[in-house]
Structure formats: structure tokens, C-alpha cells
């Protein structure tokens, strides 16, 4: 599921979604607030706070590690497509081999997200490598991904492998204007993914609350870190 590698571009104001997306979740751009410059250096040191390493996808390298700051986890990888929740016309078992209709987190209804509408991401499964538990993540935790100059504001809706990382919904995919195909798109990368660390977006599926708790998160962790 992955194409090429696409260089890390480092200039520019972040917060936008493209018009190609579902209008549910607009996301404006906006000047001088954080600056995917800004995050990417603020990311280049890791303080490994895992006990080992992930693979990006399997048979690749162990060689990504979960590095830790005041307030929040990050990691740097590649980016792979997760169609799984509720189907959709992108999403669904004919457009994705390995689409499945649940997620490890549902929303406040009970049903489960959408990757085509909902910016999401995967975190590994809990393992002795690491434990996303004991760092107060788990669904609705809020997130920023960042790819060159993008910066997409999600919260935490799946896990994944117990050994692989990097991974996110078919919307984030397509706010950070990555190939979004669940059978070819992703990026090598780099993708930098930075979790808060007990924050919670409430409900799950209302993305202008990740966005505006986002935000806000994310000033801090430049300030403090």
C-alpha cells in the first residue's frame, strides 16, 4: 500500500484540509498559529521511551522507536491506509482486501467511525514493546499528523499490529494530500505523528473538537518541550 517516497518539505503554514475532501470536516488554513516547520524540529530529538522498535510494515527494519515529550508521544514513519470502520463508497471490503467494519473504538452512538469522513489514526497494539495504555492514550485521544508542510489534527480510533507503525484513516490521508487508495496509496513518508497524552476528544467522531483541542495542545507542546 505504499508509493515512493515524497520529500519533507519544511516551509509554510499547515492547518488546511483540501476541497477534494467530504465537506463534514473543514478545516481552515490559518497563518501564524503552528507551523509544521516548527513541530519537525521540535520532533528531531527522541527521548525512547519504548523498549524496543517497530517495523513500518513486515519485513522492513525494526528501527522506529515512540520517543516521549512533556505532555505527548510521537514517532516518526510512514504512512499506510486504514479503511477499516464503517463502509463507505472508498472504504469497504470490495475497494480494500483487508477492510474490516470495526475499529477498536466506537463513537458516542455505538457505531463505528468512518475512515472516509473521520481523520484517524492507528496506534500499534499494546505489547511489550510498548504500552499506549500507560501514557493515557487510547480512543478519542487527540493527535496532530504532520507530512512536509500539512498539519492534520485526529484522534485515536484503531490499533494495529503489535510490531508495525504508521498508520491512518483514508481522511487523513487525503487532508495531508497523500494517495488515500487503500490498495496503492500511502507514503514511505516521512509522517510525524505526536499523541497528547490524556486528552480526549468527546465525542470521538466530532472532528472540530479534536481540531480546536488540537490546537491548543499543540502551542503548548512547542512551548514546552
Known amino acids: 500500500m505504499l508509493v515512493p517516497s515524497l520529500a519533507l518539505a519544511v516551509a509554510g503554514a499547515a492547518l488546511l484540509v483540501p476541497a477534494t475532501l467530504p465537506p463534514a470536516h473543514p478545516q481552515e488554513r490559518r497563518q501564524g498559529v503552528v507551523r509544521a516547520a516548527d513541530l519537525l524540529a521540535k520532533a528531531r530529538d527522541c527521548l525512547r521511551i519504548s523498549h524496543g522498535r517497530y517495523r513500518s510494515d513486515r519485513g522492513a527494519p525494526a528501527d522506529i522507536s515512540v520517543c516521549g515529550a512533556r505532555g505527548a508521544v510521537f514517532w516518526t514513519a510512514d504512512m499506510d491506509i486504514d479503511c477499516d470502520g464503517r463502509p463507505g463508497i ?21 457505531r463505528y467511525p468512518s475512515a472516509e469522513t473521520l481523520p484517524y489514526l492507528v496506534v500499534p497494539g499494546a505489547s511489550s514493546i510498548w504500552d499506549h495504555r500507560a501514557y493515557g492514550i487510547g480512543g478519542g ?12 489534527y485526529t484522534v485515536v480510533a484503531d490499533t494495529g499490529p503489535k510490531d508495525v507503525i504508521g498508520e491512518a484513516s483514508y481522511a487523513t490521508a487525503r487532508a495531508l494530500g497523500i494517495n488515500a487508495d487503500p490498495r496503492t496509496g500511502g507514503t514511505d513518508g516521512p ?5 497528547f497524552r490524556g486528552s480526549r476528544a468527546v465525542p470521538l467522531e466530532n472532528h472540530r473538537v479534536a481540531v480546536s483541542q488540537g490546537q491548543e495542545l499543540l502551542r503548548r507542546f512547542l512551548a514546552e518541550n
Not at 469497504?92 to 455505538?110: E, I, K, L, V
Not at 487527540?142 to 507530512?147: I, L, M, P
Open 191 to 195: 509522517v510525524t505523528y505526536i499523541v
Open 141 to 152: 485521544s487527540v493527535a496532530a499528523v504532520v507530512h512536509g508542510s500539512r498539519i492534520v
Open 90 to 110: 472508498r472504504c469497504n471490503s470490495r475497494t480494500d482486501p483487508y477492510f474490516s467494519p470495526a475499529t477498536t473504538y466506537r463513537q458516542s452512538d455505538g
